[in-house]
């Protein structure tokens, strides 16, 4: 494997993007044919294929949120070839309009808030970011880790619309909080993200979301105490497979292990990481599946294999029949509770998604009678009766989604949701309520205004509620279903 050398952040940037240089990962030392030595210098028990296969599976569904992570920051941060390229880590990078079908690095992505980007790299220090007064609409701050972990929020709900600056900090990080700092945010890991959200009433709002995008800011907290910067850290970022072969390839492992230098261990996950490391999974160490025995190969693999089903069982028992909804898997690590298998689904069906406190996410998978929703052959209409629409502080939308890449779909109209600032806009029942009409082909004129268009296949859709009130959380108001109706 090669690597680019020891050199700074900054220069490594240069070194890709004047070179493309691609990064690969090397074949190291660590296998379950070399584990690591005891302190009696005795070679420490190889595990089972079985035992192998056990710990892959369980290593794969706590790794999988970080890697697809890493995988779409170095696509936003480093890699300058890519479509999604944003631009240097530690700097806001606004983006001025809604997704579309052609924005594909994140699933399920929202269409109401236009997004601006903030990769944190707080190894050589923190960083003070800035927000402007935002007074007459709603935005937010979501931090999140490399676990994916929602660590904290700036903005309307969680800050009010203030102007302020804040301090996120690594965790290491012990230095002296200066003057005029709102408050500190610790994050528990080295690298971090930061994914604004700002409203967008509609296509002439554009001026003015750019207006307050602009005073948007990041800066290192030297630079904000005019003092001497420390240090720039060294660094080496190693390309991440794609979507697709980072579900079954055992590279997975070795940047999974190369993540883990970031991510200091947290106490509740220290046997666990003991039990990784009897397969080579762990901080800085190596994966080199060429040194595996056949039987070990093909324990990784059905390993990987197993994590997989395990999710496909988990979504068809506990997300498609409602026990646990899409944002039940986002939120701290203590809301989380190490819940292992709800972080991989929650990162795999919409990766970034709110804390549910921020934004609830009632998500339609299948109709009201339990079957799968698809466009080919089937319409639906979800109606909201009069005076229940979605109770949020701020506003609601309805989005479509075509599987299995759980992106925005193209159709006639260019429409890939239905919110609440088209309410006015919406065709209403002679009793006051709303019926959306969901399906391929259009409903015809008198109904277009309330079509959700639908892809000639499967599907599924996200309604967000942003800054859901009580009821929306409480079980007292509940999202209407989508019921399949005659062609």
């Known amino acids: 494997m090669r690597r680019i050398g020891r050199l700074s952040l900054w220069s490594a940037f240069h070194v890709l993007a004047s070179t493309g240089l691609v990064l690969t990962l090397s074949a190291c030392e660590t296998t379950p044919n070399s584990m690591a030595r005891n302190g009696a210098g ?23 949120p970080m890697v697809d992570s890493y995988r779409i920051q170095y696509s936003y ?39 601006s980007f903030l990769g944190a790299d707080l190894r050589a220090e923190p960083l003070v970011i800035s927000v402007p007064a935002i007074p007459d609409r709603y935005y937010s701050l979501q931090f999140i880790d490399m676990y994916t972990h929602n660590f904290a929020y700036v903005g309307s709900r969680a800050t009010g619309s203030a102007a302020g600056d804040y301090l996120l900090a690594g965790p290491s990080w012990q230095g002296t909080v200066p003057e005029g700092i709102k408050s500190v945010i ?19 709002d554009v001026e003015n979301v750019e207006k307050i995008q602009a005073n948007y800011k ?40 190369w993540l883990l230098q970031f991510t200091p261990t ?8 003991s039990r990784f490391a009897k397969a080579g999974i762990g901080a800085g160490k190596g994966f080199d599946v060429a040194a595996f025995s056949p039987a070990q190969r093909q324990a990784v693999q059905e390993g990987m294999a197993d994590a997989w089903k395990a999710f496909a069982q988990y979504k068809a028992e506990v997300i498609d029949t409602g026990k646990k909804g899409s944002a039940d898997g986002f939120g701290t690590r203590e809301y989380l509770h190490n819940d292992y298998l709800m972080r991989m689904a929650s990162a795999a069906l919409g990766i970034y998604g709110n804390s549910k406190e921020e934004a609830n996410y009632p998500a339609y998978f ?49 429409r890939y949701l239905i919110n609440s600032p088209m309410e006015p806009d919406l065709v209403r029942d002679a009793d006051g309520g709303i019926t959306l009409y969901i399906q391929h ?16 296949g499967p599907f599924f859709m996200i309604m967000r509620e942003y800054w859901p009130k009580p009821e929306a959380l409480d079980g007292t108001w509940k999202a209407p279903p989508a019921v399949r109706t005659a062609q």
């Open 42 to 64: 005795m070679e420490a028990v190889e595990p089972t294929p079985a035992e192998l296969r056990a710990i892959v599976k369980e290593a794969y569904i706590y790794g999988f």
């Open 77 to 115: 941060f480093v890699d300058r070839a890519s479509p999604e390229y944003k631009g240097e880590w530690n700097e806001v990078h606004n983006v001025a309009r809604v997704f579309t079908p052609q924005d594909k690095a994140i699933q399920t992505p929202n269409s109401d808030t236009p997004y």
């Open 186 to 204: 610790r994050a528990e890991t080295n690298l971090a993200f930061v994914l604004y959200r700002t409203q967008l009433f509609g296509t002439d």
């Open 218 to 257: 990041a800066q290192p907290l030297s630079r904000f105490t005019e003092a001497p910067p420390p240090q720039a850290s060294a660094d080496e970022f190693i390309q991440p497979l794609s979507a697709e072969a980072q579900k079954t390839s055992p590279e997975f492992f070795g940047i999974l292990n």
């Open 266 to 273: 947290h106490p509740s996950e220290k046997a666990l990481m």
């Open 366 to 414: 299948t109709d009201s009678e339990g079957k799968p929703l698809e466009g080919a052959l089937s319409r639906y209409t979800l109606r909201f009766e009069p005076g229940r629409l979605p109770p949020v502080n701020s506003f609601w939308s309805l989005t479509m989604y075509e599987l299995p890449a759980s992106l925005l779909t193209e159709n006639p109209i260019n």
């Open 441 to 456: 082909e259009s409903p015809g004129d008198r109904k277009e205004a309330n079509w959700l268009p639908a892809p000639k």
